[in-house]
């Protein structure tokens, strides 16, 4: 499983001769990127971030047991050399490499043996819905006893044990060395939450992905992408076959409904198109692309009943998920399977298993109280996603508690005021995670958006505001938490404090149904 020194330099075009004879054998066992996590026999890769140098960690990186440095370097002139750091008795080759960053995911690939390539693994990119996909596909893949596993906003690991993650989509190197992990557990499916940021910045540049799945496209990240063109770009970047952002995009499910999805259509002819919509039958019938459309849709109190068409058949199926955009979740998931050959009345059979996702529109309710649903909805398009989903299952009044995270997009924040404005009865605005922003200004942004500030409450801590929603509502009002779904703390300046909207709701109302 692990490398040799010498051949991790032979990978990078470097002879072994290079190096110190008594170097060339030594057993590497991780490569690692922050040096706070290095242990013995690791290699530190250093480059610069966005707040802080890599390089200025190469101390303490030795100091805690690196036995090589893969340092980054902007002088062309210097790629492929080689210096030596004297720690103790030990000598540590330091090798620099011309623009580090961007060659990270290939040498972690070569590093962890292409463990993309021992799995099936499926990428789901989109603003949202990414987590909702990747979770029902590992949850069904692992109905066919399958060993699933999932990498995302929730976490990374074995289906259901996912561990915490700092990101949606990890570094280039601990995407590998996860993938690695999975491979040592015998993971036969994974799936992965591929985000915008992952792909500009090349965290998944050589992976190998069977199936790759678009779900839609709306206003998110723009101070990072800087317009929407930027953004469509970076999601597009998973699909082009012509020069991919990634080795292998492998077969690709498309969200017809969305009018970006509708235009890469047109230039992926093998891809499978994904429809909620029963008018579009008729189109996707005579058209030269496989599909799956819905033809009828029941919404009931805990879920859907979905009928649809596809290239492979038709069938009835009942969903435990509500809203929509799960209907066209779960179909984008339908068909991702049935394109990798899972059987369709097999899949049929299963569906009624699938449980709602964590922090996903998940209800909790108690005997004559409001029912309270916790979402993870933080950008105009699922606020009003999520707030049109709730009113399908809401015959009284509907609230929504919402704000806005700190170090983000904050043009989104208005838009998302005007939404809850105009499709929910009561407002209250709330504390997300203000991160390093002063967030009284926060809210300031947030009431801009208002046409009738007079009308909204603002209670600034999220627990109260919840507190006071339910004491306010009817039996028969629901409310709708928006904004940190399975997120079980708060981001105030760098500190992370415990808290979370589910135990809120559970301490007040009971488990989720
Ligand atoms: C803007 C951005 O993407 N930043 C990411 C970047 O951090 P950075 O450049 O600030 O890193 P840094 O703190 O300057 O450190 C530079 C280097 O020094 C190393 N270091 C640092 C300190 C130390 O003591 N020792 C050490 O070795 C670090 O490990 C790093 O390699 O590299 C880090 C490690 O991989 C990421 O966790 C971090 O994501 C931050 C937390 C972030 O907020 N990213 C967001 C914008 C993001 O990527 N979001 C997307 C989309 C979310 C969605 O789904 O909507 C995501 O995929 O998560
Ligand atoms: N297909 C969809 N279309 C529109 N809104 C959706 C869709 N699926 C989920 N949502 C809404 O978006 C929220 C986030 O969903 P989810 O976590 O699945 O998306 P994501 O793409 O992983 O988000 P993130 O980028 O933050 O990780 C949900 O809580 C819901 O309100
Ligand atoms: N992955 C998203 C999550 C936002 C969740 C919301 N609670 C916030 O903190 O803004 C992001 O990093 O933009
Ligand atoms: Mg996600």
């Given amino acids: 499983m692990n490398r040799y020194l010498s051949e991790l330099l032979q990978y990078l075009g470097l002879e072994s001769s290079s190096l110190k004879e008594s170097l060339r054998q030594l057993t590497l066992e991780n490569l690692r990127m922050d040096s706070r996590m290095i242990k013995p026999n690791d290699v530190f890769v250093a480059v610069k971030g966005y707040h802080v140098d890599g390089h200025s960690y190469i101390d303490q990186a030795v100091a805690s047991g690196a036995v090589a440095v893969l340092s ?3 002088d062309a002139g210097q790629d492929k050399s080689i210096q030596y750091i004297e720690y103790q008795t030990k000598l540590i080759p330091q090798i620099r490499i011309y623009q580090l960053s961007e060659k990270l995911s290939d040498i972690a690939d070569y590093f962890y043996h292409s463990p993309s390539t021992h799995m099936q693994l499926v990428g789901v990119t989109g603003t949202n819905g990414k987590t909702t996909v990747a979770q029902l596909l590992a949850q069904w893949a692992s109905l066919f006893d ?3 596993a999932v990498m995302g906003t929730i976490g990374n690991g074995i ?9 949606t989509t990890m570094s280039a190197v601990d995407v590998q060395s996860t993938l690695a992990e999975f491979v040592q557990q015998n993971v036969q499916f994974t799936a992965m939450e591929v985000s915008s940021h992952g792909l500009v910045l090349g965290r998944v540049k050589a992976l190998s992905f069977v ?4 779900t839609n ?6 101070d990072f992408h800087g317009s929407m063109e930027n953004y469509a770009e970076a999601k597009w970047s998973l699909f082009d076959h012509v020069s991919p952002a990634v080795k292998q995009p492998g077969k690709n499910i498309i969200n017809y409904d969305d009018p970006v999805g509708l235009k890469w259509l047109d230039r992926l002819p093998d891809a499978v198109a994904v429809s909620v919509k029963q008018e579009n039958l008729v189109k996707l019938n005579r058209w030269h692309h496989r599909y799956v459309c819905a033809t009828q849709v029941a919404y009931h109190t805990r879920g859907a009943t979905i009928s649809f068409a596809s290239s492979w058949g038709e069938a009835t199926i009942e969903s435990q998920l509500i809203g929509e955009f799960n209907v066209a979740n779960l179909l984008a998931v339908l068909a991702t399977l049935l394109t990798l050959d899972y059987p369709l009345a097999e899949l049929v059979k299963t569906t009624k298993q699938l449980r709602p996702i964590c922090g996903r529109m998940e209800i909790f309710a108690a005997k004559h109280k409001p029912t309270v649903i916790v979402d993870y909805a933080h950008t ?3 606020l009003e996603k999520a707030i049109q989903a709730a009113r399908k299952h809401c015959d009284g009044n509907l609230w929504v508690i919402f704000g806005c995270g700190g170090d983000r997009d904050r043009g989104k924040r208005p838009l998302m005021a005007a939404t809850a404005e105009q499709f929910a009865d009561n407002v209250v605005v709330t504390h997300d995670n203000p991160r390093t922003e002063d967030s009284n200004q926060i809210i300031t942004d947030v009431l801009a958006g208002f046409l009738d500030a007079g009308r909204v409450q603002v209670i600034l801590d999220r627990k109260q505001a919840i507190i006071s929603v339910i004491n306010q509502a ?8 928006a904004g ?19 135990e809120t709701a559970i301490q007040l109302l009971g488990v989720p149904v």
């Fill in 72 to 74: 980054s370097t902007d």
């Fill in 146 to 148: 399958q060993k699933s």
């Fill in 159 to 167: 289906y259901g044990q996912e561990k915490p993650s700092e990101n």
């Fill in 211 to 214: 199936a790759t799945i678009f």
């Fill in 217 to 222: 496209l709306s206003r998110d990240h723009l």
């Fill in 380 to 382: 105009p398009d699922a």
């Fill in 474 to 481: 009817q039996e028969n009002d629901m409310i709708l938490v």
């Fill in 484 to 502: 940190k779904g399975h997120e079980d703390y708060q981001i105030i300046g760098t500190q992370k404090y415990h808290y979370s909207d589910r």
